[in-house]
């Protein structure tokens, strides 16, 4: 069988990105469950050294194309450069993150190779399947299991046929896990100006304005989120006391957003980002299903709540009837007092 | 030559809302209590055509949906708000066509409306939700791909400028023409149905439409053709049946699972203090916090 691929994407500060790194994590374990090799893909400018930052996590070959027309990235050079790697190692896998970059670029790549594709997976794992149809076994497949239908269902995909198996994963939903500091595996350079075509760059950024990424809810071990019931901007500072005392991040709701009582980065949900924290306090949040789908995989959830029969409580370890207001003060209390 | 923009957009299912109305007793959805509705950043695409439309005289906006026969019903939304023309893609042969079967048929389509300019969708249909379908439709047709667009700044005989809204921030970029482009929720809001046009199209019709009703429109339809509404088939795009429906598709359904909205084992506590001072003792010790 042959080798599981990770599309590797840059941040601003031309590190790997993190979805990147969690994607090598899972890929490694998918990869060592198959008994082949795990094989990294970056494309980008002045990348000296980059193979240091992915083969702690367990990276046997890292493809790299340097090139300073490759930073930022625009679609077609990288389509152009990640189809001539995928046209010389024939990928069993190949898995990019489902962020801006992952989904402008997997698609155009399954489109180019007739692959299938399959987007926003929450889980992978290898499995067998049975065609009836055909009488045919396949063994050791990609199983692809993603929510659609607005998160109301949930469906296991496979690509029989067609290699490499694609997927696209968000970011904060696999684990980032270093395999070993010291694993090493080999660097193959890739000849970007010998790929690469004039067309390839037809589309010009003229204009960029990024932030690096300040606000980081989604690597916090516990999360405070509140919701349109936290009722005012105000009241949402007692979150961020909470936050304080319990060294925990303030997340939100949609609802919240929109009415302004909290910034856009910390919005948790379909829209959002997804979480899986160890806590997560759900504060006056009602619990839409768009709002679960960025945070139902947290281990234990308390949900804050004056509605006894709010959707949240169904999903929550524990549900504390009563106002924001009233409770948090309290919590804070208890564990200024005893806490070491 | 007239500036041709073509809009691509989706009946969909309305997954936005599912209220209890629209659960079954087990817990999960039931799709039949969901209305259909013109896929919501469809209608940004299409007001992106419109705005250019409002620039130049030359311009021509013409919808183009895959689906069942109901889905001229947003060819007709999309007309009422100031398209000029549709066509639907219809046959049976295009069921359980996956991102890449739709995506092929859709460029079939495309083709068959050369010269264009500009070939606009939604970033992501929210049934499906994979937002693979506009970057699958630029590659079959070769075009450059402008994804997640928030405004089209400048337009010109050939090239365009748009603003893309990425989750990072934002990035202006110019593109050769003819490219495809697809639209980010944050665009601005489709403009309202127009009572003029809305006089103007609302008897329009595809074959299979006028085909069921009683009235007889032939002499309306003689005197006024652009009330028809094309129906193309797998025939008419000469298209390669393997490559659409189930058979066309690589991705395979194996397993769907409806989300039931079980309980939990939840223990219900009050606000009192020692309700709250219980907890917090608990998760100390059990050092989920601390
Ligand atoms: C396409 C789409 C994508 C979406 N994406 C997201 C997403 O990513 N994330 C997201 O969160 N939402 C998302 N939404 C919105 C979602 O459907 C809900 O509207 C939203 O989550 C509701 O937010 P809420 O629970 O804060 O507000 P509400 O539903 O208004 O709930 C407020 C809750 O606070 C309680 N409450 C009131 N006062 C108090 C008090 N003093 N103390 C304690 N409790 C109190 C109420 O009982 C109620 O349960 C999306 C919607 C759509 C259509
Ligand atoms: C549970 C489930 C999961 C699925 N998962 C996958 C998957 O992971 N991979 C996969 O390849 N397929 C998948 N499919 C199939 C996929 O939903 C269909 O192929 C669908 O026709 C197009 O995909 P979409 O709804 O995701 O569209 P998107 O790609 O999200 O649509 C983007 C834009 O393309 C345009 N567009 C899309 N469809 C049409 C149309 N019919 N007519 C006109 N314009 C259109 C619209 O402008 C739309 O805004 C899944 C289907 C189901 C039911």
Not at chain 2, 123 to 132: K, M
């Given at each position: 069988m042959n080798n599981i691929f990770v599309y590797c994407e840059l941040t601003e500060e031309k590190t790997i990105a993190d979805v990147s790194l969690e994607l090598l994590s899972k890929g490694r374990r998918l990869a060592t469950e198959l008994g082949v090799k795990l094989e990294a893909i970056v494309i980008g400018?002045?990348?000296?050294?980059?193979?240091d930052q992915v083969f702690?996590?367990?990276?046997d070959v890292v493809h790299v194309a340097d090139d300073n027309?490759?930073?930022?990235?625009?679609t077609l050079p990288h389509a152009s450069l990640v189809l001539h790697i995928f046209h010389h190692e024939k990928p069993e896998i190949a898995i990019f993150g489902a962020t801006s970059i992952g989904r402008d670029l997997a698609p155009r790549i399954a489109s180019a190779l007739r692959c299938g594709l399959t987007a926003d997976c929450t889980s992978l794992e290898i499995g067998d399947h049975f065609e009836n149809k055909t009488q045919t076994e396949y063994k050791n497949l990609l199983y692809q299991i993603r929510p659609a239908f607005g998160g109301n269902i949930i469906a296991t995909i496979i690509n029989?046929?067609?290699?490499?198996q694609m997927a696209t994963v968000r970011e904060g939903v696999m684990k980032k896990e270093v395999l070993d500091p010291k694993y090493k595996g080999q660097v193959k350079k890739v000849n970007a100006s010998a790929v690469?075509?004039?067309?390839?760059?037809m589309v010009q950024i003229i204009e960029r304005h990024m932030e690096a990424?300040?606000?980081?809810?989604?690597?916090?071990?516990?999360i405070i989120a509140g919701g349109?019931?936290?009722?005012?901007r105000e009241n949402f500072q007692l979150l961020y006391d909470l936050a304080d005392v319990l060294g925990a991040q303030v997340g939100a709701s949609r609802a919240a957003v929109d009415a302004g009582?909290?910034?856009?980065?910390?919005q948790i949900g379909q829209t959002g980002v997804t979480v899986r924290p160890k806590l997560y306090i759900a504060c006056g949040i009602s619990g839409a299903v768009q709002h679960r789908a960025?945070?139902?995989?947290?281990?234990q959830i308390i949900s804050i709540n004056t509605?006894?029969?709010?959707?949240?409580n169904h999903i929550a370890d524990y549900t504390i009837i009563g106002s924001i207001t009233d409770v948090i003060p309290k919590m804070i209390r208890y564990y200024k007092a005893n806490s070491k | 030559m007239s500036f041709r923009i073509i809009v691509l957009a989706k009946q969909v299912p309305?997954?936005?809302?599912?209220g209890k109305d629209a659960?079954?007793?087990?817990?999960?959805?039931?799709?039949?209590a969901l209305p259909a509705i013109f896929n919501p950043e469809d209608l940004n695409a299409l007001e992106l055509a419109l705005r250019i439309k409002d620039q130049r005289k030359d311009c021509e906006v013409i919808i183009l949906t895959m689906g069942?026969?109901?889905?001229?019903e947003i060819i007709r939304e999309a007309m009422y708000r100031g398209a000029d023309r549709g066509y639907l893609i219809t046959?049976?042969?295009?069921?359980?066509?996956d991102t890449l079967a739709t995506s092929y048929a859709i460029s079939l389509a495309v083709r068959k409306l050369e010269p264009y300019h500009l070939v606009i969708s939604g970033?992501?249909?929210?049934?499906?939700?994979?937002?693979?379908v506009g970057p699958q439709t630029a590659e079959k047709l070769s075009l450059p791909q402008i994804t997640?667009?928030?405004?089209?700044t400048e337009v010109s005989e050939k090239h365009i400028v748009v603003k893309r809204r990425l989750e990072r921030g934002i990035e202006v970029v110019k593109s050769p023409l003819p490219a495809a482009v697809t639209v980010h929720s944050s665009a601005p809001a489709c403009r309202q149905r127009v009572a003029k046009l809305l006089m103007k199209y609302k008897h329009a019709r595809t074959v299979t439409e006028l085909q069921n009703e009683?009235?007889?429109y032939t002499e309306l339809y003689d005197q006024r053709p652009y009330l028809q509404i094309d129906e193309w088939t797998v025939d008419d795009l000469h298209a390669?049946?393997?490559?659409?429906?189930l058979s066309g598709?690589?991705?395979?359904?194996k397993k769907i699972e409806n989300v039931v909205f079980a309980h939990k084992d939840s223990k219900v506590l009050s606000a009192s203090d020692e309700d709250i001072n219980n907890l917090m003792k608990d998760l100390i010790d059990s050092h989920v916090i601390g």
């Open positions: 400018s002045d990348l000296k050294r980059i193979e702690p996590f367990g990276v027309r490759l930073f930022p990235y625009t029989p046929e067609t290699r490499p690469l075509r004039d067309e390839d760059f990424s300040k606000i980081n809810i989604k690597n916090a071990q516990v349109y019931g936290v009722g005012s009582f909290s910034e856009h980065e910390r960025g945070m139902d995989q947290s281990a509605d006894p029969n709010a959707p949240i | 309305d997954t936005r809302n599912v659960m079954k007793a087990d817990g999960t959805v039931n799709r039949a069942p026969f109901r889905a001229a046959d049976r042969k295009f069921a359980g066509s970033r992501q249909a929210i049934d499906g939700d994979t937002a693979q997640y667009a928030e405004e089209i009683t009235k007889d390669d049946v393997t490559m659409l429906g598709s690589p991705t395979k359904v």
